[in-house]
């Protein structure tokens, strides 16, 4: 896909701050830290309209970001080692379910996770959260330039088996360094833009 035009639309706490247009929307999920950021600046094409930071927990809202006009990436607060109390967390948990579970316009969630590291309890229960719920998933193992290309199959086998993935999610290896992975993801994203 060719993105002319980005931009973040609003950071919301709650429903009625939501774009109200019918506009699909994927969002974007992950621990702290994973990526989400530098995924939609990779995909497209900014270097950081979606700010990034080595701080876990850096994302507290909602934040929507409109591309050319037709659809939104909405990148939500990761979880995991963010430090910040028990209630904010809580408080995090509370907004993103009520995002994902009563938003209309959300048509899939891509689901952030570091190649380097067997996906985490929490991967796996937000992945389980997804299918639960009947919310389409795919699948984005990050940080695919951090390991020797000889080992992505054996690190996408972890994933998989971890995750207990079904065989018709996608599961895509990707760099937001070099830009691996990057159309793989466009096409995965495609079938939910219309």
Avoid at 35 to 58: D, E, V
Avoid at 67 to 93: C, M, T
Wanted: glycine fraction near 6%.
């Amino acid at each position: 896909m060719k993105v002319t035009k980005a931009e973040i639309v609003i950071s919301a706490v709650k429903s009625d701050q939501y774009p109200s247009t019918d506009f699909p929307e994927i969002a974007l999920a992950g621990r702290s830290n994973v990526g989400k950021s530098s995924f939609i600046n990779k995909m497209i094409n900014r270097k950081n309209l979606a700010r990034t930071s080595s701080k876990p927990g850096k994302t507290q809202t909602l934040n929507f970001y409109l591309i050319n006009d037709q659809f939104y990436f909405v990148d939500v607060p990761g979880y995991g080692f963010a430090k910040v109390s028990k209630r904010e967390r809580e408080k995090w948990g509370k907004m993103i379910e009520a995002y994902l579970l009563k938003r209309e316009q959300l048509k899939a969630c891509i689901l952030i996770i570091d190649i380097r590291h067997a996906p985490t309890s929490d991967d796996v229960m937000m992945y389980e959260f997804l299918k639960y719920h009947g919310i389409p998933a795919v699948i984005v193992a990050t940080k695919a330039d951090k390991i020797p290309k000889g080992k992505w199959q054996k690190h996408l086998k972890v994933v998989k088996e971890t995750l207990k993935m079904e065989k018709n999610d996608p599961l895509i290896l990707f760099s937001a360094e070099t830009g691996y992975g990057k159309e793989d993801a466009w096409s995965a994203i495609y079938p939910f833009l219309s």
